[in-house]
C-alpha cells in the first residue's frame, strides 16, 4: 500500500514563505513525476509544480519565480518552497505521484490527505 505524507502546511503571514514537504511510502521501486496541487472549496484541484525523475520541472503561472520544487528520489520525497505568499495562495495543498513502480505494477497515480496552508494576517 502505498502512501503519501505531507507536511509543513500552516498560517502565514503575507509576503511570507513556506516549505511543505511530501514523503511517498511503501513497496515502490520507483516514481515518475512528483507534484503538488491545491485547491480551495468550490474550484477545481489546479497544478503547482511538478517535477519528473529527471528533474525536469514545471510550474503554474500564479507561482512562477516565487516556487521551487526539488525531490529526492532515494528517499521519495518531494519539497516545495513557496515565497512572497499571499491570501490568494489559502488552500488545502495535495501532494501527489505519478507513474508510481511497485511490486504490483507500473503507472499507479496517488495523492496525499492535503496539508492546509492559510496566508493572512
Known sequence: QVQLLEFGGGLVQPGGSLRLSCLASG???GIDT???YRQVPGKQR???ATITSGGQSNFAE???GRC???RDKAQFAVYL???NLQPDDTAIYYC???GV???QGAGANYWGQGTQVTVSG
Open 27 to 29: 513497496n515502490i521501486f
Open 34 to 36: 512528483m507534484g503538488w
Open 46 to 48: 489546479e497544478l503547482v
Open 62 to 64: 500564479f507561482v512562477r
Open 68 to 70: 521551487t520544487i526539488s
Open 81 to 83: 518552497q513557496l515565497y
Open 96 to 98: 501527489n505521484a505519478a
Open 101 to 103: 513502480e511497485t511490486v
